[in-house]
Each structure stands twice: as structure tokens, then as C-alpha cells.
């Protein structure tokens, strides 16, 4: 299995190939899942083929909303997304499980956080360039549980961190991030570390991101 997503990270450079939206399934998605008891080293190896293949996408594949950059975007919406979301979940519980996925354990988390946070943040900024999700949904994937209007007042430290991280690899993909050269994101910023609600807490939380 690990030479086997060594070698599909690698085929995903280069130009689209008819078909390889096919690779984001369920049966891949299982490899992320919580539900399933995967051992570390090759849930991270599922997590790195994830990333590559979106990102290749992003880079080689051209036009974002061509045919085989959407199919690609679709499942990765239907089938990986949900997966991703619940790995989250383990390192963020308050973000809940999706009701399909029964986690195995949460005690010590995912055991894979850097990597989930990562491939997630990709994943969002393909969603939005190819069209498959809007702003307020990817906002909502974000913020979870909350709302963008409730956020920054009632979420913890980990989670404005979180957030903070995922926003900021949203830059180039959406003009409601890069308008006004970073504007925006430097509000967020703003919001993250001096809301008052947060607290000194805050602005520890954002450091150890």
C-alpha cells in the first residue's frame, strides 16, 4: 500500500488524465476515516497522496473549472471531504463527526494533525477554485461549529488558530481573501488575537499553530 500511493503521488504530475477523479471513492476515503483503525504511518501516506493530487490539480491541470478539474472536485467533495472533516473532529472535538462515522478513539487525537490541517486547507482552496464550493460554504467547513458571525466570540483558542491557518492557505483562491492585498485576512488576524472574548488564550493558541 505505501509503494502503491508513492507511485500515484508521482502519476499525479503533469496534465489532467481522463478517469482520475476516480481515485477520491469511498474506499480511498476510508483510509482517512476515523471509523477505520489505520495505522498512523499509512493514514499520513493517504493524507500526502490527498494533498498531491489537489495540488497538482491547482498547478498542472490548467483551467480550474475544466471538466476534469470538476469531476475531481465533486468527489473530492462527496467522498474525501467528509472523511477529512471527521479526521479533524479528532484533534477538535467541539467540530463534531459527521452522523455516518463512528471514530474508533479520540484519546490522543489524530495522530496526524499537521497533516490533516494541511491536506484540508488544500482541499478547501481547490473546492473554491474549481467552483464546487462557494465562499459561505467554505467558510462554514472553517468555523465549524459555530457561524462566521458567531466565531470569533465564542470560539477557543485552538480553534481561532485553526481557523487562522486555513484561512490564510485560502489566499490566492478566492478574490474575498486577496482583495484589497490581504486586507481581509489581516482582519481576521486582527479578530484571532485581540478579540476580548479570547483573551490572552488567544493569542497562546495562535502561537503553538
Known amino acids: 500500500l505505501y509503494a502503491t500511493m508513492a507511485a500515484l503521488r508521482r502519476s499525479a504530475r503533469g496534465p489532467p488524465v481522463a478517469g482520475r477523479e476516480a481515485l477520491f471513492c469511498p474506499t480511498f476515503a476510508a483510509f482517512l476515516s476515523p471509523t477505520f483503525p489505520f495505522k498512523i ?31 475531481l472536485a465533486v468527489n473530492l467533495s462527496e467522498c474525501m ?14 467540530r463534531g463527526a459527521t452522523e455516518a462515522s463512528t471514530m474508533v478513539t479520540t484519546a490522543g487525537g489524530s ?25 459561505g460554504k467554505a467558510e462554514a467547513a472553517i468555523v465549524a461549529p459555530h457561524t462566521p458571525a458567531t466565531f470569533w466570540r465564542g470560539a477557543g483558542a485552538p480553534y481561532r488558530a485553526l481557523a487562522l491557518r486555513l484561512y490564510a492557505r485560502l489566499l490566492d483562491a478566492t478574490p474575498v481573501l486577496y482583495a484589497g492585498v490581504g486586507a481581509p485576512l489581516l482582519k481576521l488576524w486582527t479578530l484571532a488575537t485581540m478579540d476580548p472574548s479570547g483573551g490572552g488564550a488567544a493569542a497562546r493558541g495562535l502561537a503553538r499553530a
Open 41 to 71: 504511518k499509512l493514514r499520513k501516506q493517504a493524507l500526502r497522496l490527498v494533498a498531491a493530487v489537489v495540488t497538482a490539480a491547482a498547478r498542472d491541470w490548467g483551467d480550474p473549472k475544466s471538466a476534469e478539474t470538476r469531476a
Open 81 to 94: 471531504w467528509p472523511a477529512l472533516h471527521d479526521l479533524l473532529a479528532m484533534d477538535y472535538p467541539a
Open 111 to 135: 495522530g496526524v494533525g499537521r497533516a490533516v490541517i494541511e491536506t484540508s486547507a488544500r482541499s478547501i482552496a481547490l473546492l473554491l477554485r474549481a467552483g464546487v464550493w462557494g465562499w
